[in-house]
């Protein structure tokens, strides 16, 4: 089994249990990462996380009652749509920017939610948004949480533009 990333800990005091939903999130992240780290398919790593990783306690908290449904969803989906959802980002990314130089926690959280603002429209963005924001904040200290969120901001505001007011120009993603 791949080392997987986990959370930091939690600043000046207890971290709050994260929600099914927010905990599918952040184990299909760590499954993501785990895929390209420890080169197993998405199916395997799953099925790992699935039998054994969802009883683990991370930073003093179980990941309560993990629905598994998204967990799913969300793996399996990046991984069909991978390709996809690296076109999506590059296209929002600054022109001096790459997707070589994201590193690999921070690649697999931005594929998990650009594939929900993509596929997973009962969700707003917004929603979207900030959860992937704090999971950015779990991971990491630095700008990554600001990125993040300037980059699914602008993802959003192409892919939900009605949601904003706008009209979708899914053309500014090629």
């Known amino acids: 089994m791949t080392d997987t990333p986990n959370p930091k800990p939690a600043s000046g005091g207890k971290r709050k249990r994260p929600s099914g939903l927010s905990a599918a999130r952040l184990l299909a ?4 990462y785990q895929v390209v780290v420890g080169d197993q398919s998405a ?22 009652s993990v629905n598994r449904e998204l967990l799913t969803e969300l793996v399996e989906g990046v991984a ?9 980002i590059a296209a929002v990314l600054d022109e001096d920017w790459s997707l070589d130089r ?15 603002l993509a596929e997973r429209l009962e969700v707003p963005a917004r929603v979207v948004i900030s959860e992937y924001v704090d999971l950015a904040n779990a991971f990491f200290d630095g700008r990554e949480t600001a990125f993040v969120n300037g980059l699914l901001d602008r993802l959003a505001h ?17």
């Open 102 to 116: 994201l590193e690999i926690l921070l690649h697999a959280l931005l594929r998990a939610a650009t594939f929900e």
């Open 29 to 32: 992240v760590q499954a993501l």
């Open 158 to 174: 192409v892919l939900r533009a009605e949601e904003f007011g706008g009209e979708a120009d899914l053309s500014k993603l090629r």
């Open 43 to 64: 199916g395997e790593v799953l099925r790992e996380f699935l039998q054994h990783r969802i009883d683990e306690d991370i930073e003093g908290l179980k990941h309560a």
């Open 80 to 88: 069909k749509t991978g390709d996809e959802l690296d076109d999506m």
